[in-house]
């Protein structure tokens, strides 16, 4: 079966510092891993993610992750952060041919 | 862009009604979803479709269905609301491969009362 872990219910961080937000999941076979943002009282939206390739995925706002197979991790990270990225952060794993499985998301403070 | 559009933001229901929540994508996306998000449970996933008139239960499907009968349209039914259901409700679409990311709508927050 799969699932996702986001260890951390909120991550506060200070203006201009760089920002983690962590993720680890388990799934059989290779996985197809996500992240979204979500603002609030608003849907979900894509920032990036990794299919295959490059280990290292840039996205949208500045945003990039990390693949890491050994510790089955998939961590956000942005080298800055905004005011405005405040929101919350859902990982999302899928197997080829399965349904996504979400984490239960970070809320990501950023404190100016 | 893709844009998938949700027919009600904001719902207010009383316990026992029928309530319809539509979900409408343009991008001609073979599948689509139905998830409800409650604060530190993430999203669930309720049904999902990959073509018209199909559909397939999610990991929560109790107290509701879906139906499309077109191939941009998919909504879900609560058959008589109940308090346990008061949620977020959000609609996705995805192309038909497991390669692409999902595509959501505003989402809906229905309150039952």
């Known amino acids: 079966a799969q699932s996702v872990a986001q260890p951390e219910d909120q991550v506060n961080v200070a203006e201009g510092n760089p920002l983690t937000v962590k993720c680890t999941y388990s799934?059989?076979?290779?996985?197809?891993l996500f992240w979204y943002v979500q603002y609030p009282n608003r849907g979900l939206q894509f920032l990036l993610k990794y299919i295959t390739g490059d280990n290292l995925v840039k996205g949208s706002y500045g945003f990039e992750a990390e693949f890491n197979k050994s510790q089955t991790s998939f961590h956000l990270k942005k080298p800055s952060a905004l005011v405005s990225d405040s929101a919350l952060y859902f990982c999302?794993?899928?197997?080829?041919?399965?349904?996504?499985?979400f984490g239960p998301g970070t809320r990501l403070s950023v404190l100016p | 862009d893709v844009k998938v559009t949700q027919s009600s933001r904001y719902l207010v229901k009383r316990t026992g009604e029928k309530v319809f929540l539509e979900c409408v994508q343009d991008?001609?996306?073979?599948?689509m979803f139905w998830y409800r998000q409650d604060p530190g449970l993430g999203l669930r996933l309720i049904y999902f479709s990959y073509d018209v008139k199909m559909k397939e239960k999610g990991d929560i499907p109790e107290g509701y269905s879906v139906s499309r009968e077109k191939k941009e349209r998919f909504s879900l039914i609560l058959e008589s609301a109940s308090t346990n259901q008061t949620s977020m409700y959000l609609c996705?679409?995805?192309?038909?491969?497991?390669?692409?990311?999902?595509?959501f709508g505003p989402g809906t927050r229905l309150t039952v009362t």
């Open positions: 991008m001609d996306h073979e599948n």
């Open positions: 799934v059989s076979g290779n996985p197809y």
């Open positions: 996705a679409s995805s192309p038909g491969t497991s390669l692409y990311e999902q595509y």
């Open positions: 999302a794993v899928r197997a080829p041919g399965q349904n996504f499985v």
